[in-house]
């Protein structure tokens, strides 16, 4: 079946503007999770969200991060303005149960 | 404060042998603890999961074992080839923690020469 998918997959922006993100998790998959992955380094946890419960927001690094999973499927991480140190590969994750989590393929984010 | 370490950054190994690879945590109490694959530009692969009441757990050439009293992983790939080349990441899930909030080490990258 379809994995988890995510687009754009590579995003270049100008300091200072906003963007969004976008995750499509697995059929049926009932938590969702945001990660941030800088060069040469391990994932860093943002956001999940698990079916109607609140998200845990715990790892967002900032307020200019925000996430949103509309209908129990679809999740959009918007980041405003934009910073340099912002650049990463933004990977999405979703599960059925709590022991294995799909990854998407990622979104590259460049901030000139 | 909580840390994970994998304690190589890179590893090289000659195709046929047995690759090793080490996760140190510490602060940590975990309920379980997982091992990714990562290759280049892709998202990483969940490859195995152990339980904090388990020691060892086998899946074809891969092996992974848990001591929770040195609060340490080892992963083993034996028979290693040269498609085993990736970046390996060990992820904690802390007890108590009702859904899949993972913390990540930093990944070993391995390279398996022909």
């Known amino acids: 079946g379809a994995g988890v998918s995510q687009s754009p997959s590579n995003k270049v922006t100008e300091k200072g503007k906003d963007v969004e993100l976008r995750c499509d998790p697995i059929s049926g998959h009932t938590a969702l999770y945001w990660y941030r992955q800088s060069l040469g380094q391990g994932l860093e946890f943002l956001i999940y969200?698990?079916?109607?419960?609140?998200?845990?927001k715990s790892g967002l690094p900032s307020d200019r991060f925000s996430a949103e999973r509309t209908g129990g499927s679809v999740s959009t991480l918007t980041i405003q303005r934009t910073q340099q140190e912002d650049s990463a590969v933004y990977l999405c994750a979703s599960s059925r149960t709590f022991d294995t989590q799909y990854f998407g393929p990622g979104t590259r984010l460049t901030v000139l | 404060s909580q840390k994970i370490e994998q304690n190589s950054e890179a590893l090289n190994i000659q195709e046929g042998k047995t690759a090793t690879l080490t996760c140190n945590y510490t602060?940590?109490?975990?309920?379980?603890l997982q091992w990714y694959r990562q290759d280049p530009g892709r998202g990483p692969v969940f490859l195995l999961l152990i339980r904090e009441n388990e020691k060892e757990k086998r899946k074809e050439r891969l092996k992974v074992t848990f001591d929770t009293t040195l609060k340490q992983s080892l992963f083993h790939i034996t028979a290693s080839q040269p498609a085993d080349s990736a970046t390996y990441l060990c992820a904690l899930l802390a007890g108590g923690t009702s859904y899949g909030k993972l913390t990540f080490g930093q990944g070993t990258i391995l390279t398996v020469h022909p």
């Open positions: 969200f698990q079916g109607n419960s609140a998200p845990d």
């Open positions: 602060n940590y109490s975990p309920a379980y």
